[in-house]
């Protein structure tokens, strides 16, 4: 295959979305050339910062945060429409990788967000990126709604957790999904780490500690009981996925990377180099033979 032009669908499912990072890194290293990407939730963090030629950045720190600084950098809300107000974690991002508008991206991008007073899908494609990564990220009693133009915006999985559609307009040569709401496999031991970035690991980890407690505002901050929303989370996972069948059914890509959506849990982003590699892993399993046609 000579001409190797990508349109990249990166689908939601919170820390399983870390897998789009090896799914990335494959495409790259077998000469794929990613033109455009359509993501929601936690495919538009990773594709918006891909886009922005900012994944290097983004990984050495991602795969150094711990349990305690994921903690730290959920900003409780006391607005009923969601635990935390997910400004610590953008300011946090920007900080780290900077901002951009999406129409200056060198890379066609469409950030997919629900307006859920009027039940249906929003797509931005321009504007601040992070505000359309925020938007977009706003899972249902996790993050607050996003106000975006006199409208609340939340996570685009709710509706269209594989956003094929933004696509259809590209003249690339394949679309490649990825979808994090895959069939349930048997528990399997972690996957190694990729070799990447660990020399400058420790010096992400220490920028992002400092900025953190810099910020800091409630000292006694503790995790809270997770065991609470375990039953939503997993119905929540059940909705997106079974949409998700629905939406690859009816707009078939060219190919798709499933990732079982019992790899990790919602925000155990701690767990990242594991999941990275299960990316690269499954990205391998399902496109090695499309490199010899």
Not at 53 to 64: G, M, P
Not at 222 to 251: C, E, G, H
Request: with cysteine; glycine share 8%.
């Amino acid at each position: 295959m000579k001409d190797k032009t990508v349109s990249l669908v990166l689908g939601s499912g919170g820390a399983r979305g870390l897998a789009h990072i090896g799914v990335i890194r494959w495409l790259e290293e077998h000469g794929y050339q990613i033109q455009s990407i359509s993501a929601c939730s936690m495919g538009a963090l990773i594709g918006g910062i891909y886009a922005m030629d900012k994944l290097d950045e983004y990984e050495q720190w991602v795969r150094a945060i711990s349990k305690f600084d994921i903690i730290s950098l959920l900003d409780v809300s006391w607005n009923t429409s969601g635990l935390f107000k997910g400004d610590k974690v953008i300011n946090t991002l920007v900080e780290l990788v900077g901002d951009q508008l999406i129409e200056e991206l060198p890379i066609r991008y469409t950030a997919v967000a629900v307006d859920i007073q009027n039940e249906k899908e929003i797509w931005i494609n321009s504007g601040r990126l992070f505000d359309a990564i925020r938007a977009s990220i706003s899972l249902p009693m996790l993050f607050t709604p996003h106000i975006r133009k006199g409208v609340s915006l939340i996570d685009g999985g709710v509706l269209n957790p594989v956003p094929i559609a933004p696509t259809f307009s590209d003249t690339t040569n394949m679309t490649i999904a990825v979808n994090l709401g895959g069939p349930v496999q048997a528990q399997q031991k972690a996957a190694s780490q990729l070799p990447r970035h660990e020399d400058s690991s420790q010096k992400f980890h220490q920028k992002i500690t400092t900025y953190i407690k810099s910020r800091q505002k409630n000292k006694s901050f503790k995790m809270p009981d997770w065991s609470v929303y375990d039953v939503a989370n997993q119905a929540f996972d059940a909705m997106q996925s079974t949409i998700a069948r629905q939406k690859l059914a009816a707009y078939p890509p060219d190919h798709t990377i499933e990732i079982p959506r019992n790899a990790c849990g919602t925000l155990e982003f701690d767990r990242a180099a594991e999941i990275i590699e299960l990316g690269y892993q499954k990205a391998d399993e399902t496109m090695a033979g499309v490199t010899d046609e």
